[in-house]
């Protein structure tokens, strides 16, 4: 006699129960979390199927160079924050002077370049090198970055660490704030960009972001949203982003971008 049969009523029902089970996995796992996750379900079910087996993104990734750009390569070092002697802030001065068409003599940007003036010195480091390898794209600052040397970046991003900071000082804690800016919304694991973008803790790498052109904030909040910029290490921003409707991007884009000149500091 089978030691197990289907004619056994308890064990038919553990099959067909582990039968369920598997396929309910199956949706949730492969159709249900990657249709809520943009970034995940962008490159399809067979990438969610490579991704979970552990596969490395490289073996998936189309050959045709359309490949979306992938995390970043930087890894954040102390010594990046450092402020450069003075040499290097005027040889860095004299390279910016390409960049001033875009991002305004002073730093300051006249159009939607995002503003680099006082911008923290391994922020513009980790960027530039970002652009470089296309893990963040942009077809005009690709070109550039591929241009300079680990020399020439660093003395860049302390040419712009040193320039007269004409900017919204970044935020520090207060009542009126924007919910999302000062608490976040932890039900939907929203922290408040504060705790990273704030004057009271900036997190190394994180972008001093106040008085940035509007335009640009959303464009970039969206683009981490989509998962079509995706060089924040360990998907920090897009974390926080994911969660958000158009209405909340727009709202903190606003605050954000607030100038110096008509909106105080609260
Ligand atoms: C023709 C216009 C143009 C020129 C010239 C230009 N940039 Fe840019 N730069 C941009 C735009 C547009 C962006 C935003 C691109 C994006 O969406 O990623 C940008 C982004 C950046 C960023 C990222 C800033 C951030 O907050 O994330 C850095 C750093 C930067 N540029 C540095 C430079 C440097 C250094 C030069 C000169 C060597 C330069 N740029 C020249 C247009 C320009
Ligand atoms: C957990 C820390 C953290 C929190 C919380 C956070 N950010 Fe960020 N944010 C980052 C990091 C790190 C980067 C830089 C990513 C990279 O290396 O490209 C960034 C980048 C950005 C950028 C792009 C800036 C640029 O110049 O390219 C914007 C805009 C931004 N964050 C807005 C926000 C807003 C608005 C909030 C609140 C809703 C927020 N962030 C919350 C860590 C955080």
């Known amino acids: 006699m089978a030691l197990y049969s289907f004619r ?8 067909i129960a582990l039968a369920i089970l598997t396929a309910g996995s199956v949706l ?5 979390l990657p249709s809520v996750h943009g970034d995940f379900s962008a490159r399809g079910l067979w990438d969610a199927i490579c991704r979970a087996a552990g596969v490395p993104a490289s073996w998936s990734a189309p050959k045709d160079g359309t490949a979306a750009p992938r995390e ?6 102390r010594s990046m924050t450092k402020v450069a002697p003075s040499d290097a802030v005027g040889r860095g001065g004299t390279l910016a002077l390409n960049c001033t068409m875009c991002h305004g003599a ?11 003036a006082g911008q923290y010195p391994e922020v513009v480091i ?5 652009y470089k390898s296309g893990r963040r794209s942009s077809t005009i600052m690709e070109a550039l970055a591929r241009a300079l040397n680990d ?27 924007p919910a999302l800016v000062r608490v976040g919304d932890p039900l939907r694991n929203i922290a408040p960009c504060i705790s ?27 683009a981490f949203k989509s998962g079509e910029r995706r060089n924040d290490a360990q998907a920090q921003m897009r974390n926080m982003v994911r969660g958000m409707t158009e209405q ?19």
């Not at 056994?8 to 099959?15: A, K, L, M, T």
């Not at 002073?106 to 680099?116: D, I, K, T, Y």
């Not at 003395?155 to 935020?171: F, N, Q, V």
């Not at 884009?253 to 607030?258: I, N």
């Open 8 to 15: 056994d009523p308890g064990f038919r029902w553990s099959v």
């Open 28 to 32: 949730v796992g492969f159709v249900l």
């Open 72 to 77: 970043t390569l930087v890894v954040l070092e």
């Open 106 to 116: 002073q730093g300051m940007s006249a159009s939607n370049a995002p503003n680099l």
């Open 126 to 130: 980790k960027q530039m090198h970002d």
């Open 151 to 177: 020399d020439q970046i660093r003395d860049i991003a302390a040419y712009y660490a040193y320039l007269p900071k004409a900017r919204t000082a970044p935020t520090t804690y207060d009542e009126n704030l």
């Open 196 to 222: 990273c973008h704030g004057g009271v803790d900036q997190k190394i790498g994180t972008p001093w972001i106040e008085g940035m052109p509007k335009a640009y904030l959303v464009a970039q909040l969206r």
């Open 248 to 266: 909340e991007i727009d709202e903190v884009a606003t605050f954000y971008a607030r100038k110096a000149s008509t909106g105080e500091n609260h």
